[in-house]
């Protein structure tokens, strides 16, 4: 799968000294990218890292993300701006590196409290690592999958509690009181 907003990095030229990257999609990437994110529009993504070698190839990243873009309200089906900021940490691993425990699946992992708080880790091969991607990933994981237009409430109509498994229950027992 070719990325459509790829900003490619040597991850060997990440010494002793920690180095900056930033990071601005044109408006030929920020269009692909809202296409493959089902957003009406993307006026702004940028990003800027801070990638320092930590051991082994493993590389740490601050990452500070700004977007602006449309989504279509669930609720109203308008489209209505948004503005997302976030700080990210990550960790870019060398694939041999990855974590497989035997016996589970790539897909399968064992989620602790420390897993949550920790780092995500992003694999790469061939001491390149690709920040844009990393960028539109971060962005995938920011956007509201059910995003909603401020003010933007259901109609009492679709607020009916009679689909509630439970709504027979609770009207039994407020006929008891």
């Known amino acids: 799968?070719?990325?459509?907003?790829?900003?490619?990095?040597?991850?060997?030229?990440?010494k002793t000294?920690?180095?900056?990257?930033?990071?601005a999609a044109n408006e030929a990437e920020r269009d692909a990218l809202a296409q493959r994110f089902g957003l009406v529009s993307l006026a702004r993504l940028e990003g800027h890292f801070k990638l320092k070698?930590?051991?082994?190839?493993?590389?740490?990243?601050?990452?500070?993300?700004?977007?602006?873009?449309?989504?279509?309200?669930?609720?109203?089906?308008?489209?209505?701006?948004?503005k997302i900021r976030e700080e990210t940490?990550?960790?870019?691993?060398?694939?041999?590196?990855?974590?497989?425990?035997?016996g589970e699946t790539e897909d399968e992992e064992d989620i602790?409290?420390?897993s949550l708080d920790s780092p995500d880790e992003i694999p790469y091969a061939n001491d390149i690592i690709d920040l844009g991607a990393a960028l539109a990933e971060q962005l995938a994981l920011a956007?509201?999958?059910?995003?909603?237009?401020?003010?933007?409430?259901?109609?009492?109509?679709a607020s009916d509690n009679s689909?509630?498994?439970?709504?027979?229950?609770?009207?039994?027992?407020g006929k008891k009181s």
Not at 1 to 14: D, L, N
Not at 17 to 23: A, G, I, K, V, W
Not at 163 to 173: H, S
């Open 1 to 14: 799968m070719t990325e459509e907003f790829s900003h490619p990095v040597k991850a060997g030229q990440i």
């Open 17 to 23: 000294q920690p180095q900056e990257f930033r990071l």
């Open 53 to 82: 070698h930590e051991r082994s190839g493993i590389i740490g990243a601050e990452l500070a993300m700004r977007a602006t873009l449309t989504q279509t309200c669930v609720v109203t089906l308008e489209a209505f701006d948004a």
């Open 89 to 102: 940490v990550l960790r870019f691993v060398p694939g041999a590196l990855m974590r497989h425990v035997p």
């Open 112 to 114: 602790t409290p420390e």
């Open 143 to 157: 956007l509201d999958p059910y995003p909603r237009k401020p003010g933007a409430s259901l109609p009492e109509a």
């Open 163 to 173: 689909a509630n498994p439970f709504a027979a229950l609770g009207a039994r027992i």
